[in-house]
Antibody, heavy 121, light 107 residues
């Protein structure tokens, strides 16, 4: 069955970097757009970034543009999120999510269990 | 950027009640609207897409309607297992946006 599993979360100091990974299985990874969505403790969902099925297009939320980079390795069925210049307000559970189609303009079909990123000194 | 506004932010209803949640887009999005359910401590789950298409496996008591800027999620007969926070999301562009969420509780 469709499965996406995040890793790489943890506690990091403000201004430092962290890279999240998402291992996908159970579907043809190179045929679907992939997203990162985050949820701060006790708050709602915030979309972070999307990457097209082939990596040709990437879009970001205003809150992370210029600091975060989404990428994928279709040969490894893996999605990444490189997070630089982290701030306290980036503290959240980060979900890797499979889109319903090849690009970003479709609903999110499946969500991972999430990985917690805590930015604190 | 298009903003998505949900109302109410929370509601309490009795088992068997009809529950309606509203989502309003700041600009027209035709029918590029999805609804998600997030139960306490769980990951979100897709309920409805294209404003009114029920995702496979979702109970028929859930329904969606609307087009343009105004959308509605209806639970025809609230069940205890429906306790959750519900989010709308627009996807008419690659920059997805979620509504603020509506928390549904049992009275």
């Amino acid at each position: 069955q469709v499965q996406v599993v995040e890793s790489g979360g943890g506690v990091v100091q403000p201004g430092r970097s962290l890279r999240l990974s998402c291992a996908a299985s159970g579907f043809t990874f190179n045929s679907y757009g992939m997203h990162w969505v985050r949820q701060a403790p006790g708050k709602g969902l915030e979309w972070v970034a999307v990457i097209w099925y082939d990596g040709s297009n990437k879009y970001y939320a205003d809150s992370v543009r210029g600091r975060f980079t989404i990428s994928r390795d279709n040969s490894k069925n893996t999605l990444y999120l490189q997070m630089n210049s982290l701030r306290a307000e980036d503290t959240a559970v980060y979900y890797c999510a499979k889109g319903y189609c090849t690009d970003g303009m479709c609903p999110i079909h499946r969500w991972g269990q999430g990985t917690l990123v805590t930015v604190s000194s | 950027d298009i903003q998505m506004t949900q109302s109410p932010s929370s509601l309490s209803a009795s088992v068997g009640d009809r529950v309606t949640i509203t989502c309003r887009a700041s600009q027209g999005i035709t029918n590029y609207l999805a609804w998600y359910q997030q139960k306490p401590g769980k990951v979100p789950k897709l309920l409805i897409y294209a404003a009114s298409t029920l995702q496979s496996g979702v109970p028929s008591r859930f329904s969606g309607s609307g087009s343009g800027t105004d959308f509605t999620l209806t639970i025809s007969s609230l069940q205890p297992e429906d306790v959750a926070t519900y989010y709308c999301q627009k996807y008419n562009s690659a920059r997805l946006t979620f509504g603020g969420g509506t928390k549904v509780e049992i009275k």
